[in-house]
Structures are given as structure tokens and as C-alpha cells.
């Protein structure tokens, strides 16, 4: 009994101990795994394709700073660089853009894998391919064969996500840098989120409360492209005024923008200044890549390239940035670039349409979805005159409607961008954008000589008829677009009157002739940023940084005296009630994160909006409304100037109620929640606590390989919000989970580029185990920068790393 009793002992233990060091195994190998991939930045690297020596340095940030003598070395370090810090997320993208998530995914990216296949982004790029200039297509093919260099170099010890996911990439093509611009492209258009959503919505509520929530983009102010603004006597040509499961992968691009400068005459260097932010969602790894180029050839005396700023990685030039004698930044036009068609269908024969008095047969391609597993799914993209049939994508049974993209037409912002970085004054960056019509942007831009102005690059379709909102019919040709407006009409600002430009997503013009969109931001972010600029006589680099990070809200300032007012008059207010009204009076208008005042705000928006548009939109339909901020925050300013609005009167209950009604109920609501949230005293009530941001990475949602392989960054407290120049913004439908805000923030001071200043909210570096991998978040965050240094004395200064490339 004894002996038995004993030898359950030792295999107990044995066990045990067998366990123990299974687990010590395991986290031996994620610690391993998580360190592969981390590249030596010190390192010396040989290529017989390689012309001359190049030399990258980079700074405490891992920012590279690459010297070549000629374009092909220097886009060739640029490929071997991304693929050190950004491989796997460049392959992603790269998968977005050909529809193969599924491959590494699973079933649940079948949909987005059919989605992207019925674009055709890589028929476009291949024709862009075709069409550019040789040198950018000799360019890309550098970048590609950088790429595929450190691939052969490293295949066997890539970055984790490849190991985990069970598969190795591909070798790196021409296109594949084209297509990103496509995805950009596609993520940046309006109308795919909103205008079927408005057909449902106008289908469940009826057109008189429909039409209040429509936004009235006529009678909104200011405007970025205004007659009296400018005049520019030297010019001949017109001056004109005026997705599907992506997000949870870090892959959504644009969602909003502020770019600025003000020339000499508001500086206190005498010299421009410019600043630029784009906003788009929170991810490990970012959307940017910083990075500075230069070229010297033998023998020369002057730099033929040089230019620094952010590029999306899988492509090779600088999207946003400067070179030696231009600054640039860009912001999202908010273009209407699509509409959508009904079809008529023959209901013996559905693959057969109606379109201009005769039936014709519908372009047929099916797609075979490669599965995670080894399955093949089959799915089929039907194509009419005016484009695909999206109804399975938008869930829209008994009917079929066909999409109409900008994005479908010929356009080259590949090549304008290669033109973009090496644009030496105004005339250059103008014919530079001739070909970016698919990406729809107001590009900001300053000169070392003390010129600032604004051009909206941008394909703006000439429509027959129609507002642009409205499912038009597919099977006349009375809504056909007529073309484009041509490149020389379209709006541009230089050297205006009052020594600024600024664009913040808000309308375009108030007299330009065509039909640009209903689907701008308000103007709250706008107004915010002019009233600094004129807030002081001279601007330094550090007043842009500023800027940058204020959270006062506009939003705030037009909706909080009506709150007061409302609530004020309520005589049947409880202590704590009195005390919050207190609280909103003395407000600054200023969304901090220790702010007592911007949580109570936030939450009574939440709760007005809820009870306003909910019930009778329903969930659903309510949930896709909130999703959208700009299209809400329309929604709610116009209703609230209507006190007798239909959206007050609850269906559910009797009697009529009214926007009073609803502000007072909404106000004690919040109190109510702020009070079981945090406690009953509004010391307590901090902003921050309830509005936080966390940095998520495409795998960090498996809560194992988040501990495993530290992918994903947060809780942060954040101050502002989505109506505030500083944008940490969430959706009403997700309370109050920071989504999206500014995915880099650049000033540049062409007094002395030396004097500029960057940062991006993660890292140089996409690979978990980099001292790296998110070494800016915290600066981000507190709204410090680190400089941007351009002069190669001073980048050899600064370097901490130093990498050599050269012929074999």
C-alpha cells in the first residue's frame, strides 16, 4: 500500500514537473518567436543590382535617413527598409487589395476577399503600370527588388505573425505597390458608408423627418475655397471657388484631415509654416512610415532628390512631407465619387438587364476564394455599363444595384506623387496632381520663397442629373456622368489676401458650378483652427504644435448656451442636477481629460442623440447612423433648430414631445449615468476615465498571443473628442472607445527645415519584440513631437544606427 501510494507520488510529480517545463518551453519559444524578425539596423548588406554604396541612418526612432547616388539605389534601400520594419503589414495590405484574406484568415474574410475582387484594383494598376512614366515604373521595380532582397535574406526568420499564422509571403511585384493606392483609394470614398444607409432610413421614417437629417450643405459656412479669399494675377488659367470587417485589421485609411500654413506675413521667422494631421483609425502597426530620402549623384554639387514625411509602407514615395524647397499636406475633399443604380432585371433570365431601350447581358466573372484549411469557395461578380453588383455586400434583397466609382477610371497618383516629391515650386506641385483624381484630397502647400496655397486634386464627376444621393435609374442614361471637371477649373487658393489656407474636411465652395458633395464634416474643426491663427499677430512652430493638440470644441460652444437655457427653466431639478447645470456653466468649452464638464457633455450628446433618433429609426438602422459622425453631427444641429422637429415625438408614447423635452430628459439621463459610473460627487467625473484609446494589433484580439507577444498597447486616458481639432474620436453606436484621431502629426518651419517636427502615434517599427514597435506612443499622447532633421549634418549628429549598402 505503501509502495503504491509512492509511486503515485513520483508520477504525480513527474507530471508536474513535465508540465512545468512544457510551460518554460512554451514561453521560451514566444519569446523567441516574438524577438524574430527584429532587424539589425547596423548591418552591411551586399547586391550585385545595387550602382553605387548607399548609406541609412537612422535616428533614436529608427526613422531612416537613406543616402544614395542614384533614384533606382534609393528606392531599392527604401524596399530593403520597409520590409525590415513593415513587412507582414505590407503584406497585408497587399492581400486586401487582391482579395486573399481568407487564405490566412479563415471564413470570416470571404465576403471582404469578394468584395475586393469585384473592384478590380489590380486591372487599374496594371494599367497605370503601363501608362506612367518609365522612370516611375523603374522606381517601383527598385523598391520591389529591395523588398524581395531582405525576403531571400531572411526567409527563414521572419516576423511572428508569419509563423502563427502558418505561411510565408511572396515575392514583392511592381503592382502590388499600385494597388495600395487603390485600397487608399476605395477607403477613402464617401458615399459606399452612407447613401444606401440613407435609403433605408428615408424607407423606414418617411421623407418629411428624412429630409431634416439630410445635411443642408447650402446654407453651411465657411467654406475653404472662397471668391474673395484670393486673386493671383501671374496665372492664366480659371481660379474657381470653392468597410466590411477591414477596421478589426488596423486597415482602415482616411477618415478626416487638418492641414494648414500661413505664410511669412504671419510668422515670426518671416518664412511660411505648415501642419498637417490625418486622421484615420488607431492600429498596431500605424497606417505611416517615416522615412527621408536623398540623392546625390557622382560628381554633383546639388541633391536631385530629397524629401522626407510618411509613406504608406508598400510604396515608395512620400505622401505627406517635404522636399528642399516645398511643404505639403494632404486632407480628405469628402468627395461624392459614387452613385448607385437600380436595375431592371429580366426576371426569366437575371443575368440579362434593361439599359437605353434594349436588354443586354450582364459580364459574368466567378471567383474562386482560396480558404485557410484548404476548402475553395466560389463566388460570382456580376457587372453592368455602370459598374458591379453590390446588393450581396450591402445585404439588399429583390433588388439590384451596380456601383459607380471615381475609382474605376483611369488616374495616376502613383505618378503623382513620384512628381510630387521632386516638385521645386507652386507651378510643379500643380501639374504634379493633374493625375490624382481617385483619392480626392485638398493639398496644403508652402515654399521656401514664401508662398502658401491649397488645390483640390481631385476626379469630380460632371452628373447629368441628380443630387447624388439618391439609387438612381440604372436602365436609362438620363444619370450617366458626363465626364469630369477638367483639371484647370477646379478650386485653388494662392497667396490669398489674409496670409492663410486651411481645409478641415469642411465644404469645398459655396459658387462652384458643379456638384461636389453633401458628405462634409461640419465646420466645427475649421472655425477652431482659423480663430488660432487669428488669434495671434506672428505664429511660431510651437503655436502650430499647439494647434494641434487643442480639445476646445466648437460643437460645444453652439449646442452648451441651448442646454443651459433649457435645462435652467426645469424646476424640478435634484441637488446633484443643480450641481451638474453648475458645472456646464462654467465650462471653457474645453474637452480635457480631468474634465468634469466634457464628460457630462458627452454623455448628455450620447443621450440626446439616442432618444431622438433611436426609436424610430430603429436599432439597427440607428446603430449605422451613429456609426457616421459627420452625417450625425449634421443631424443634430439641424434638428435642434427646429424645437417642433418629428424625431422628438417618440412613437411610443403619448402626447407630443419637443426638443426641450428631449434635452431635459437627456441631461438628467447623463447625470444619472455619470453618477452610477463614476459616484454622486462630480469631483469624481473625469472625462478621460470613460474616454480611452487602446492600440489593438490584427492578432491582439486572441488574448494568449496579446500576452504572449505584447502585441497590443492601452488603455490610454484621452481629452478630446470626434468634433474637436485634436480628434480622439469614437462612434456614438461604441461609447466612448477611442477608433479613430490624428495618425501622424508633422510642422514644418521653411525658415530652417531643421526646425520641424514630427511624430506618429505608434513606431518607426511593426515587430512586437523592436524597442521600436510603439518607442512615439508615449510622447504621442502627452502632444510632444521629436524634430524632423533634414540637413545631413545633422542627421549624422543624431544617428544612432548606421546601415551600409553596396555593390557586390
Known amino acids: 500500500m505503501k509502495l503504491t501510494k509512492l509511486v503515485f507520488i513520483r508520477i504525480a510529480m513527474g507530471m508536474i514537473i513535465l508540465a512545468f517545463l512544457a510551460v518554460i518551453a512554451g514561453f521560451g519559444y514566444s519569446y523567441y518567436l516574438r524577438g524574430r524578425g527584429v532587424p539589425d539596423y547596423n548591418r552591411t548588406v551586399l547586391h550585385e543590382g545595387l550602382h553605387g554604396e548607399v548609406t541609412v541612418y537612422r535616428d533614436r526612432y529608427a526613422v531612416p535617413h537613406i543616402y544614395a547616388t542614384d533614384e533606382h539605389d534609393c528606392y531599392f534601400a527604401t524596399g530593403y527598409c520597409m520590409a525590415q520594419d513593415r513587412l507582414w503589414q505590407m503584406d497585408l495590405i497587399r492581400r486586401v487589395t487582391e482579395g486573399r484574406l481568407a487564405e490566412i484568415f479563415g471564413d470570416d474574410m470571404v465576403r471582404v476577399d469578394h468584395l475586393f475582387r469585384a473592384l478590380r484594383i489590380s486591372r487599374k494598376s496594371q494599367e497605370i503600370l503601363n501608362r506612367s512614366d518609365p522612370q516611375v515604373a523603374a522606381s517601383l521595380q527598385a523598391f520591389a527588388d529591395g523588398v524581395n532582397l531582405y525576403l531571400a535574406q531572411h526567409a527563414d526568420s521572419l516576423s511572428f505573425e508569419f509563423t502563427v499564422l502558418g505561411y510565408r509571403p511572396e515575392p514583392w511585384k511592381s503592382i502590388h505597390s499600385v494597388n495600395l493606392i487603390g485600397y487608399m483609394g476605395w477607403d477613402l470614398t464617401m458615399p459606399w458608408s452612407v447613401e444606401i444607409l440613407y435609403r433605408a432610413i428615408r424607407s423606414k421614417v418617411g421623407e418629411d423627418r428624412f429630409r431634416e437629417i439630410v445635411p443642408d450643405i447650402g446654407s453651411t459656412a465657411p467654406s475653404i475655397y472662397a471668391r474673395t479669399q484670393y486673386q493671383d494675377p501671374t496665372e492664366s488659367f480659371a481660379l474657381l471657388e470653392d468597410s466590411l470587417g477591414l477596421k478589426s485589421l488596423g486597415l482602415g485609411v482616411f477618415n478626416a484631415s487638418n492641414n494648414w500654413a500661413v505664410s511669412g506675413g504671419r510668422s515670426v521667422t518671416g518664412k511660411p509654416i505648415l501642419a498637417n494631421d490625418m486622421h484615420l483609425g488607431f492600429s498596431l ?19 536631385s532628390l530629397n524629401v522626407t514625411g510618411v509613406a504608406v509602407p508598400g510604396q515608395p514615395f512620400v505622401i505627406s512631407g517635404h522636399n528642399e524647397t516645398i511643404a505639403w499636406g494632404l486632407t480628405n475633399v469628402m468627395l461624392d465619387d459614387m452613385d448607385f443604380f437600380e436595375e431592371r432585371v429580366d426576371p426569366a433570365r437575371p443575368d440579362r438587364y434593361f439599359y437605353k431601350g434594349e436588354w443586354r447581358e450582364m459580364e459574368i466573372v466567378r471567383e474562386k476564394i482560396p480558404v485557410k484549411g484548404g476548402k475553395v469557395v466560389e463566388k460570382t461578380v456580376r457587372y453592368t455599363v455602370h459598374g458591379p453588383v453590390i446588393s450581396e455586400f450591402k445585404k439588399l434583397q429583390h433588388e439590384v444595384i451596380t456601383m459607380h466609382w471615381v475609382g474605376s477610371y483611369f488616374s495616376n497618383e502613383v505618378q503623382s506623387m513620384y512628381l510630387l516629391n521632386h516638385a521645386e515650386n507652386f507651378g510643379d506641385f500643380r501639374e504634379a496632381l493633374r493625375t490624382f483624381r481617385a483619392l480626392g484630397q485638398n493639398i496644403a502647400y508652402a515654399d521656401v520663397w514664401g508662398n502658401i496655397g491649397l488645390v483640390c486634386a481631385a476626379g469630380i464627376p460632371i452628373r447629368k442629373k441628380g443630387n447624388g444621393i439618391d439609387v438612381v435609374p440604372g436602365w436609362t442614361d438620363e444619370y450617366e456622368w458626363a465626364g469630369f471637371v477638367p483639371y484647370e477649373q477646379q478650386p485653388f487658393l494662392y497667396n490669398p489676401p489674409n496670409n492663410m489656407v486651411l481645409s478641415a474636411n469642411n465644404k469645398t465652395s459655396t459658387t462652384f458650378p458643379y456638384h461636389i458633395s453633401h458628405w462634409y464634416y461640419p465646420p466645427y474643426r475649421y472655425e477652431r483652427i482659423k480663430e488660432m491663427i487669428l488669434d495671434k499677430e506672428k505664429l511660431t512652430v510651437a503655436d502650430f504644435m499647439a494647434m494641434q493638440a487643442d480639445t476646445i470644441s466648437m460643437l460645444v460652444r453652439k449646442i452648451k448656451p441651448v442646454i443651459i437655457s433649457v435645462v435652467e427653466r426645469e424646476r424640478n431639478l435634484n441637488a446633484l442636477e443643480r450641481e451638474s447645470l453648475e458645472i456646464l456653466r462654467d465650462w471653457d468649452d474645453n474637452l480635457r481629460k480631468d474634465s468634469a464638464a466634457a ?21 439597427r438602422l440607428f446603430e449605422q447612423f451613429t456609426s457616421q459622425n459627420w452625417s450625425m453631427l449634421y443631424a443634430v444641429e439641424q434638428v435642434l433648430r427646429n424645437p417642433r422637429s418629428l424625431w422628438f415625438d417618440n412613437p411610443a408614447t403619448s402626447g407630443r414631445e419637443t426638443r426641450d423635452d428631449v434635452i431635459i430628459a437627456g441631461f438628467r439621463a447623463a447625470v444619472s449615468r455619470l453618477q452610477s459610473t463614476f459616484s454622486g460627487n462630480t469631483r469624481r467625473w473625469r472625462w478621460g476615465e470613460a474616454h480611452r484609446l487602446s492600440l489593438m494589433h490584427p492578432l491582439g484580439k486572441v488574448r494568449i498571443l496579446d500576452v504572449l507577444f505584447g502585441l497590443n498597447r492601452g488603455p490610454y486616458e484621452t481629452a478630446g473628442s470626434f468634433h474637436t481639432v485634436c480628434p480622439y474620436s469614437y462612434h456614438l453606436n461604441n461609447p466612448f472607445e477611442v477608433t479613430d484621431g490624428a495618425s501622424q502629426r508633422h510642422v514644418y518651419d521653411l525658415a530652417k527645415w531643421d526646425n520641424s517636427y514630427a511624430v506618429i502615434p505608434t513606431g518607426n517599427a511593426g515587430i512586437p519584440g523592436s524597442a521600436h514597435y510603439c518607442d512615439q506612443t508615449d510622447i504621442y499622447l502627452e502632444g510632444r513631437y521629436h524634430r524632423d532633421l533634414f540637413s545631413k549634418e545633422m542627421v549624422i549628429q543624431h544617428a544612432a544606427y548606421r546601415m551600409k549598402l553596396k555593390p557586390q
Open 599 to 619: 464628460a457630462l457633455f458627452e454623455y448628455w450628446f450620447l443621450e440626446f442623440v439616442t432618444m431622438t433618433f433611436r426609436e424610430a429609426m430603429g436599432s
Open 285 to 303: 502597426p500605424g497606417i505611416w512610415y517615416q522615412m527621408h530620402q536623398c540623392v546625390r549623384p557622382k560628381g554633383a554639387r546639388e541633391n
